[in-house]
């Protein structure tokens, strides 16, 4: 089940990381609207935060986004494509 998010704000560790994987903020924003949460940190601070599985022409994409339910914001705190030989092939499950 997708997030909810109507407002995106980037963290400047996820603007630096999506540089170095060649990820775009409108991707990674798609993500954050559409994936689908395959695991979920209810404890992360100060955020509850989730990993969102969403697949951009193909191909597997990771985000990891902070939840402030309250004003409905997403905030992104990094964002990769996940290595297949860390992850079985549905991208969703750990070796």
Not at 22 to 41: M, W
Not at 60 to 77: F, K
Not at 83 to 91: I, V
């Given at each position: 089940?997708?997030?909810?998010?109507?407002?995106?704000?980037?963290?400047?560790?996820?603007?630096?990381?999506?540089?170095?994987?060649?990820?775009s903020?409108?991707?990674?924003?798609?993500?954050?609207?559409?994936?689908e949460?395959?695991?979920?940190?209810?404890?992360?601070?100060?955020?509850?935060?989730?990993?969102?599985?969403?697949?951009?022409?193909?191909?597997?994409?990771?985000?990891?986004?902070?939840?402030?339910?309250a004003?409905?914001?997403?905030?992104?705190?990094?964002?990769?494509?996940?290595?297949?030989?860390?992850?079985?092939?549905?991208?969703?499950?750990?070796?």
């Amino acid at each position: 089940m997708p997030m909810k998010c109507r407002h995106i704000v980037f963290s400047q560790h996820a603007f630096t990381r999506m540089f170095e994987r060649e990820i775009s903020p409108d991707t990674v924003k798609r993500a954050a609207q559409n994936g689908e949460v395959i695991e979920s940190y209810p404890d992360d601070q100060p955020y509850p935060s989730a990993l969102l599985l969403f697949f951009e022409e193909g191909k597997a994409l990771h985000v990891i986004a902070g939840v402030n339910e309250a004003q409905s914001t997403c905030h992104i705190v990094t964002a990769y494509w996940p290595d297949p030989k860390l992850w079985k092939a549905d991208f969703k499950t750990r070796r």
